[in-house]
C-alpha cells in the first residue's frame, strides 16, 4: 500500500486496524465495515466519522 490508496477494511470489529491504517496513510480515505451488530456499534464508537 501507499499514501493516498483506498483502504477497505471488511470484517473490521472494532476498528483496531482502521485506526492503526488512518495513522500510517493519512492522506488515505479508509473504510471500515462490520457486519455484527454489537461489534458494529463499537466500531462506530471508535471512529470518526468523515463526510468529503
Known amino acids: 500500500m501507499k499514501d ?4 477497505l477494511d ?6 483496531t486496524h482502521a485506526l492503526f491504517l488512518a495513522s500510517r496513510f493519512p492522506c488515505s480515505p479508509v473504510f471500515a465495515f462490520e457486519a455484527h451488530p454489537l461489534a458494529e456499534m463499537l466500531l462506530s ?8
Do not use: S
Open 4 to 7: 493516498g490508496d483506498v483502504i
Open 10 to 15: 471488511v470484517g473490521a470489529n472494532i476498528g
Open 45 to 52: 464508537a471508535n471512529l470518526p466519522v468523515v463526510e468529503a
